[in-house]
């Protein structure tokens, strides 16, 4: 508890009780994305820190001089508020509140209360820090976010003895999402893999994604993970990655896009359009369904499914603008050509 302030103005009274509610608002926003919008804990645990140490400072007497009836400047607005849609405005504008809020306290403090300006002080600088984490814990989400609207190829693995030299072969051509799916192996040879082709996916500036397993893809730092409909939930798949991370769901049907749009999904599968033999059993599901994900569908979506560079007509036509291939590229003889040609026919050439 700071010691009680020397008599100041009644004006500097409630010049302090409103800078104190001011900060501690502000701190409170940027606690609140952390806690509902990024999950990070160890963030919000900072800015309670933050906030319940100035709420210790914000004494009786700043409140008792509080009169907004004749504060001039409450409830005015500014059109720049009106132009923060996006979560990381909000982060950057509170953060800039706060800020001002507390230099404010630092330089009216001195002379009647130089606890709550010392600590306002303290405050302000620990908050310059914790704002480069708040924005790049916004910026990694919201990066992949933004790269995976721009992509429209998305190559998935399949086994093969030349696999890093195909997909290498792929990222050259201009594919920037790729997938790791592999069913067979041990853990230790899976993680080989994936890391190899994580590090080749960085050195290209693409996405990388894998399939089930959520262990692995922390493992490796993946950029995010692949889910099923038999596979882990997405909320605890999301409650393990973290906000930052991708996570795509495979839907046959509408219902389930809509399920995995209600879950937080990033992105879906939509398919398969042809029989494939990398979904043995599963009955195709034609256009009909890509037709129904393009009206409907409020995240990318990813026609999948005996796709190749001669078939994309038709999935454009039904209003698909992406797709995901295995056979197409692995298999191809020449993985690079068969990707440029895949890129060029979906308007995407490096």
């Not at 010691?3 to 926003?29: F, H, I, K, Y």
């Not at 405005?89 to 403090?109: D, S, T």
């Not at 494939?276 to 034609?286: L, Q």
Request: aromatic fraction near 4%; charged fraction near 25%; include cysteine.
């Amino acid at each position: 508890m700071t010691a009680a302030p020397t008599s100041p103005e009644p004006a500097v009274l409630r010049l302090l009780d409103a800078n104190l509610d001011r900060a501690r608002e502000g701190l409170r926003v940027l606690e609140d994305w952390c806690r509902f919008g990024l999950d990070r804990q160890d963030l919000v645990a900072r800015l309670k820190d933050l906030r319940q140490r100035l709420g210790r400072c914000h004494l009786p007497a700043y409140k008792a001089a509080r009169h907004t009836a004749s504060d001039g400047g409450a409830g005015l607005a500014h059109p720049a508020q009106a132009e923060r849609t996006q979560p990381a405005q909000v982060v950057a504008a509170n953060a800039g509140r706060a800020q001002e809020a507390l230099r404010v306290l630092e330089e009216f403090g001195r002379a009647s209360d130089p606890l709550l300006a010392a600590e306002a002080a303290a405050i302000r600088y620990a908050l310059y820090d914790l704002e480069v984490d708040l924005m790049r814990a916004c910026g990694a989400a919201a990066g992949r976010r933004e790269q995976l609207l721009r992509c429209h190829l998305y190559l998935i693995t399949s086994p093969s003895t030349h696999l890093l030299e195909t997909v290498a072969a792929a990222l050259e051509a201009g594919v920037r999402l790729v997938q790791y799916r592999a069913k067979e192996g041990d853990d230790l040879e899976r993680w080989q893999e994936a890391r190899g082709l994580r590090q080749l996916c960085s050195s290209h500036g693409a996405l990388f994604i894998i399939n089930d397993r959520v262990d692995l893809a922390l493992a490796v730092e993946a950029d995010g993970v692949h889910l099923g409909q038999g596979d882990l939930p997405p909320a605890e798949a999301r409650r393990l990655l973290g906000p930052d991370r991708l996570i795509g769901r495979s839907t046959h049907r509408i219902e389930q896009l809509r399920q995995a749009v209600a879950d937080g999904c990033d992105y879906v599968g939509v398919g398969p359009i042809n029989a494939t033999p990398t979904k043995p059993g599963r009955e195709p599901v034609g256009l009909a369904y890509v037709r129904q994900a393009a009206a409907e569908s409020p995240i990318p979506f990813f026609a999948i499914g005996g796709i190749e560079a001669t078939t994309v007509a038709p999935v454009q036509a039904a209003g698909g603008c992406r797709v995901a291939v295995v056979r197409a590229i692995i298999e191809a003889s020449d993985p690079g050509a068969a990707s440029l040609q895949l890129l060029k026919s979906l308007g995407e050439e490096a």
